[in-house]
């Protein structure tokens, strides 16, 4: 849980129908429905998320028949909560980039990552259970995601930084310039050029992802910093067992040796520490800051985890490709 001590936002209405709970905040909100078993904890829950001068000391584990922590997230998910400064420590908890990178951020990234288990795409692929289509459309979110980045990066020039920190975004937009042309060679040699790309929607997820990323790049840019490096760091397990795949598949070698390239340029780059090499420039994130970078680069593991399930979920349907390729003459 991000949060020390969770609160309710002062300007919350909460009402009670039965077995509905009304949180009303500004012209939105939720209802929580909950069994009759349940009813009685949930309002205690609430009650204590409400009271905003007391101090959320005992763990979620005193509620037996709810999933506390689970609420706190949903209602956090919906900007229902903030930090009650109740229970903030005597010193500020600020930390240094550096510091947060490897005390928080990273044991973080990598709790979050664990939850969802294993990517279903990549299972797909040790297994040898993938298929072409399913190969392909994982090339074409690729692209979506490769031809978003250079604009994304650019944004967060924008913002008054220091050299440093300029330098290293100025080096990774440069890096990232012009990669979807790459991708976009890669899927012409299986048949799909960039003018059918240009007019097809990105997968949700995929949308999700570069829409929050360039959020994050003009609005918030340590939540952009903080995110960089799970998109910047080469997965030699995935791009071996890819390159099996396509072999495996028929697919030619101008197809899949762009992908795997993009992943060579990351990695000789030193892609991987981007984030790091940002965030070194930081010399202290406050408390608050922290929960949020933490909340929003989550946000961004939970996108990219749901980009793989709907990769193999769309693309596994023979005809969501065919059509495709049907108008381009390749089928």
């Not at 998910?77 to 903030?88: I, Q, Y």
């Amino acid at each position: 849980m991000f949060f020390i001590n969770p609160k309710f936002r002062k300007e919350i209405e909460i009402a009670q129908d039965n077995n509905t709970i009304h949180l009303i905040y500004r012209e939105q909100g939720c209802q929580i429905t909950v069994e009759d078993d349940e009813l009685d904890e949930v309002k205690r829950l609430i009650e204590c998320l409400n009271n905003q001068n007391a101090i959320f000391e005992k763990t979620t584990a005193e509620f037996a028949n709810i999933d506390a922590e689970a609420i706190i997230l949903s209602l956090d998910k919906l900007g229902l909560l903030e930090e009650g400064l109740g229970s903030l420590p005597t010193s500020t908890g600020a930390l240094s980039g550096e510091d947060f990178y490897y005390s928080r951020l990273l044991p973080t990234a990598t709790k979050w990552q664990s939850s969802f288990g294993t990517s279903p795409l990549f299972e797909r692929l040790v297994k040898g259970e993938i298929t072409r289509n399913e190969i392909i459309g994982f090339a074409i979110e690729y692209y979506h995601l490769v031809k978003m980045s250079s604009a994304i990066v650019s944004s967060s020039l924008s913002h008054n930084v220091s050299p440093t920190i300029r330098k290293e975004l100025t080096k990774l937009f440069i890096e990232e310039y012009n990669h979807d042309e790459m991708m976009a060679e890669c899927l012409s040699a299986v048949g799909i050029p960039e003018s059918e790309l240009l007019k097809r929607n990105p997968l949700p997820s995929t949308f999700s992802a570069n829409a929050s990323l360039a959020v994050y790049a003009r609005q918030h840019p340590l939540s952009f910093y903080s995110s960089l490096f799970l998109f910047e760091t080469p997965s030699h397990e995935f791009n071996s067992a890819l390159l099996h795949a396509c072999q495996e598949k028929g697919l030619p070698e101008k197809f899949y040796k762009p992908i795997l390239k993009h992943s060579d340029i990351n990695e000789d780059g030193d892609h991987d520490l981007i984030t790091l090499n940002l965030l070194r420039e930081v010399p202290a994130i406050s408390q608050e800051e922290q929960h949020i970078i933490l909340v929003n680069v989550c946000n961004i593991i939970e996108l990219l985890h749901l980009e793989d399930r709907q990769i193999v979920a769309q693309y596994s349907a023979t005809e969501s490709l065919d059509s495709l390729l049907s108008r381009t003459g390749m089928e």
